[in-house]
């Protein structure tokens, strides 16, 4: 694989390519341990700055990690209780996306 390569000529999607399952460690293991998620992500053919790039696109923010952290528990993709659709939820009390959350 082409690890943290300064090259840019990737012909394959940058985002596309991680499974439902590899997005809920990503989201864990990015609040849990990120080295120890760095390293398995690696093992597994994507690069840091690939898997950081999937973080933000499902709506990781630092942010989001600290209040988890603080609150003991990890962001997870959930689908939304009024509109079915999959958004990053901070922990388990949390079952609206934030559009679902405003109109409510
Ligand atoms: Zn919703």
Redesign the pocket.
Known sequence: MTDDSPSDSSDQPSAATFTREQDARILRGLVEDEAALLKWMREHGHSARSVRARAALLGLTNQIVQQCRINGTWPSMRE??????R?LSTGSQHR??R???QLS
């Not at 939304?80 to 659709?85: K, P, R, V, W, Y």
């Open positions: 939304c209780l009024a509109c079915e659709q958004f609206l996306c559009r679902c959350r």
